[in-house]
């Protein structure tokens, strides 16, 4: 039953990074991909927050870092640069209805409603979108980050070396 | 500024140089991506160049292998349009520059080429956004009710917005009119059928207009030290999202919620 519950939720992140990737004008041949890497990153957090209770900023780094990861080799077989791919796979993840929230609460305190309640909860949802956005970059950079290269052409795997040699 | 003679080489390759960090940074390109695309294509041609990028305007000079500078010049970026087609052809065009030797010549061909560009056609891009709004709705535990308003009011708020910048109406102002409609749209549900808590579908069927590049670019930005380009784009989408509030919030006051 779960394993059912969860191929739908990849399916919906999967069409969700899909859609945005059409409304970025990606090429289309990165457009599988991006489904794929959509699909994997959504799941990844999905099943850290679920099954695993781990906090939804590093659950979202995790998926945000799986993306960025396998987004190299897709980079070089689709011959396109990995943000390409990475951008609109993390999309879904973008956290809009925190945002809503902390928006709605900014609205509400702004005119005259600032009970402590809602003010913690306004900073509470900001801060939350704030970190998570930056879990987010940090995750998609972060194979550029840890190998300190400039360019996802340089960064080949030993495999992709040797058929090269050949 | 030296008053080293502009060559002809010279002055169209940076003239390209300047088209080029303007393609990449209206396109929705980090502002680290802009500077190693033009590094590595003047490198190529054995000029350096500097930069300096900000959101509307770009400053660029390029310095011959003697270190005379022999281009300088700035441009004004036009409104800013995500397009990653743009941003992953320019940066295989850099690559051929470094790999094929192409000449400065074939270069601007190249760029002048990547102008006219290619977009899915528009029925497509409407129905697949309206597609991935759904299935934010689903993916917060929305209704198929739900979905089908939140697709038919991504479709038209999407709509909605095309048509006003088409209009030329100020950006912001066309995020407004986007969301506002969206709301309206999936807000009549929530007014009309009471029974059933529907305000998953009125907050998802806003989310596209969420400024996901913007926001995620000020961070890359800011990670690699590019902390005034962060900033700028960190205010332009905390400004899109209020606008996408207000729009809300305004159909929440004629619905009377």
């Known amino acids: 039953m779960d394993a059912v519950i969860l191929l739908e939720k990849c399916l919906w992140f999967g069409l969700a990074a899909t859609g945005f990737a059409i409304l970025f004008n990606v090429p289309s041949r990165t457009l599988l991909p991006v489904f794929i890497?959509?699909?994997?990153?959504?799941?990844?957090?999905?099943?850290?927050?679920?099954?695993?209770?781990?906090?939804?900023?590093?659950?979202?780094?995790?998926?945000?870092?799986?993306?960025?990861?396998?987004?190299?080799?897709?980079?070089?077989?689709?011959?396109?640069?990995?943000?390409?791919?990475?951008?609109p796979a993390i999309i879904p993840m973008v956290p809009g209805v925190l945002a809503y929230k902390m928006m709605q609460g900014l609205i509400y305190i702004a005119s005259g409603d600032a009970n402590p309640a809602l003010i913690s909860e306004t900073v509470t949802h900001g801060l939350k979108v704030m970190f998570i956005l930056m879990s987010l970059a940090a995750g998609v950079e972060l194979p550029m980050l840890i190998t300190r290269k400039q360019s996802a052409k340089e960064l080949r795997f030993k495999k992709t070396y040797k058929k090269e040699e050949h | 500024m030296s008053n080293f003679p502009m060559s002809k080489d010279a002055k169209e390759l940076g003239a390209t140089l300047l088209e080029m960090s303007m393609l990449l940074m209206v396109s929705g390109a980090s502002a680290g991506r802009v500077r190693n695309t033009i590094d590595r294509v003047s490198n190529g041609f054995g000029y350096t160049a500097d930069l300096l990028i900000s959101q509307r305007t770009i400053i660029i000079s390029v310095y011959n292998p003697d270190g005379h500078c022999v281009f300088n010049s700035f441009k004004r970026t036009q409104p800013h349009h995500i397009n990653f087609t743009t941003v992953s052809e320019i940066s295989r065009i850099s690559w051929e520059v470094v790999e094929n030797k192409w000449t400065i010549y074939e270069l601007h061909e190249a760029v002048e080429k990547l102008k006219s560009g290619t977009h899915y056609p528009r029925l497509l891009v409407l129905a697949f956004t309206a597609l991935a709004g759904a299935s934010f709705c689903r993916l917060l535990s929305g209704q198929p009710i739900d979905m089908a308003f939140v697709f038919l009011g991504t479709f038209i708020g999407l709509f909605v917005r095309q048509e006003a910048m088409r209009l030329r109406f100020n950006f912001y102002l066309c995020v407004y009119f986007a969301a506002l409609t969206s709301s309206l749209i999936t807000g009549a549900l929530v007014h009309f059928d009471q029974n059933i808590n529907h305000e998953i579908a009125l907050v998802t069927s806003i989310l596209f207009l969420i400024p996901g590049i913007p926001l995620i670019n000020a961070f890359s930005d800011m990670i690699e030290g590019n902390l005034q380009n962060g900033l700028i784009r960190g205010l332009h989408g905390f400004i899109i999202s209020f606008t996408i509030a207000l729009g809300l919030f305004t159909s929440i006051a004629i619905y009377r919620f």
Do not use: M
């Open chain 1, 37 to 87: 890497l959509g699909a994997v990153g959504g799941i990844t957090k999905v099943i850290l927050i679920d099954y695993f209770h781990i906090n939804i900023i590093i659950a979202t780094f995790c998926g945000s870092s799986i993306i960025g990861i396998l987004s190299i080799p897709f980079a070089h077989k689709r011959h396109a640069p990995p943000p390409t791919f990475a951008i």
